[in-house]
Nanobody
Framework: QVQLVESGGGLVQAGGSLRLSCAAS????????MAWYRQAPGKQRESVAT???????NYVDSVKGRFTISRDNANNTVYLQMNSLKPEDTAVYYC???????????????WGQGAQVTVSS
């Protein structure tokens, strides 16, 4: 079994910063990509940032220059540093990992439980 456990959400004023963490654990063989998604009330879930095992990162345009995704491969952990937060960043943030586990060795997608980020104006 594989689990993704998130931490670091909370309430912050506009212009502030938060850092999200997500640790993957269990019978993991290898992790291809790790990512952060978010879902605001009444909206579809969207990809915020993705990082490959080699460290290549991609961001949705709305967070470029403000958010930084990073990854600790040794500890199967991904981070999202969020600076200059805006009220429109308010959402539940979900960790995502595409990985192989020892039960089947095929690529599967796993999700964290979600972390609420609220930015007040």
């Amino acid at each position: 079994q594989v689990q993704l456990v998130e931490s670091g959400g909370g309430l912050v004023q506009a212009g502030g910063s938060l850092r999200l963490s997500c640790a993957a654990s269990g019978s993991i063989v290898s992790i291809r990509t790790m990512a952060w998604y978010r879902q605001a009330p009444g909206k579809q879930r969207e990809s915020v940032a993705t990082v490959t095992s080699g460290g290549s990162a991609n961001y949705v345009d709305s967070v470029k220059g403000r958010f930084t995704i990073s990854r600790d491969n040794a500890n199967n952990t991904v981070y999202l540093q969020m600076n200059s937060l805006k009220p429109e960043d308010t959402a539940v943030y979900y960790c995502n990992a595409v990985l192989r586990d020892s039960s089947s060795y095929i690529l599967r997608t796993y999700w964290g439980q979600g972390a609420q980020v609220t930015v007040s104006s």
